[in-house]
């Protein structure tokens, strides 16, 4: 029976948990680094995401 022998013990992704990759060591995968990134930056450069686009309140009820 072979033994599975474990390679080097890696921390899991910080951002999903998943196991990380080597590529993309810390992360699991780009999408995960990207997330860490975006948080570290605090929002700032952060990608434009439409989530409300009410900002003016023109398109409202009358
Ligand atoms: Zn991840």
Do not use: T
Request: with cysteine; proline share 11%; charged share 30%.
């Amino acid at each position: 029976m072979a033994e599975i022998i474990p390679l080097r013990p890696r921390k899991p992704c910080p951002i999903c948990k998943k196991p990380s990759s080597q590529k993309f060591h810390p992360f699991c995968s780009n999408r995960c680094a990207n997330e860490d990134l975006n948080s570290w930056l605090g929002g700032k450069y952060s990608i434009p995401v439409v989530e409300d686009e009410d900002e003016d309140g023109q398109d409202g009820l009358a």
